[in-house]
């Protein structure tokens, strides 16, 4: 059976979470998730010249990290539709010297910004929660500028054993129990991650999407043995 991704459910299994959502994030991956966006930020070099677009932001990570990366030069715009990250990300913002990062309440289905428009659009973990998957890349590629990027981090399932079997003990049967121990959610948020991973497009799939959506090109880099893969379309 397909899990429930819903706007509604996953809005509020969000708003739940969302106290808990970054220490979380760096406890359950070994804080490995700071590297994977600063990565991110290194394959894929922005300008100094043109905005950029993140989406399902969440608390803001990655779209510091774009602004880190483009010398704080240019706009960049967190977008989520879950009103509880977005108040977490601007504490965070506020907490920095030097970051303007504007945070927008926003559906990845239907984003309230112009044609092409960014340099860079990107969902971080997030592209997995859109309950349309193809929809989500669509806008994406709607807003980006040509020659742009549509830029997609998000966890895999490793492809080489002994790697893949470890992986997937640690994601069904530890991850769940420990994301629920401090957590607590009506939704069991932590078991749903490892569910969403499983049912999402990876590798070739995704590029095959990505290519459906209007982009001109796209490959994907596994990271950290295929934990997580970065998947870069160029419009």
């Not at 899990?3 to 969302?18: C, L, P, T, Y």
């Not at 220490?23 to 994977?36: A, G, I, P």
């Not at 030097?98 to 971080?124: C, E, G, H, N, Y």
């Amino acid at each position: 059976m397909a899990i429930d991704k819903s706007n509604e459910r996953v809005r509020q299994m969000f708003g739940e979470i969302a106290p808990h959502y970054d220490r979380m994030n760096r406890v359950l991956s070994m804080n490995t998730d700071v590297y994977w966006r600063w990565r991110t930020t290194r394959i894929v070099r922005p300008n100094r010249r043109d905005p950029i677009l993140d989406c399902c932001s969440g608390t803001g990570d990655l779209a510091f990290a774009w602004e880190k990366a483009s010398g704080y030069s240019v706009p960049v715009i967190a977008a989520d539709f879950c009103p509880e990250m977005l108040e977490l990300g601007v504490v965070k913002r506020d907490r920095r010297k030097k970051s303007r990062v504007q945070f927008v309440t926003a559906d990845t289905q239907q984003l309230p910004f112009s044609d092409s428009q960014f340099q860079i659009v990107s969902a971080a973990f997030g592209l997995r929660n859109v309950a349309d998957t193809d929809r989500g890349l669509q806008e994406m590629a709607r807003v980006c500028k040509p020659g742009g990027k549509v830029v997609v981090l998000e966890f895999s399932t490793p492809r080489r054993q002994p790697i893949k079997a470890c992986y997937q003990w640690y994601f069904k049967n530890v991850l769940p129990r420990i994301g629920q121990t401090f957590a607590r959610n009506r939704f069991d948020a932590y078991q749903y991650l490892p569910d969403s991973v499983s049912e999402f497009p990876a590798y070739e799939l995704l590029t095959q999407r990505m290519l459906a959506a209007g982009l001109q090109s796209a490959n994907f880099y596994p990271l950290t043995f295929g934990i997580a893969t970065l998947y870069v379309g160029v419009k």
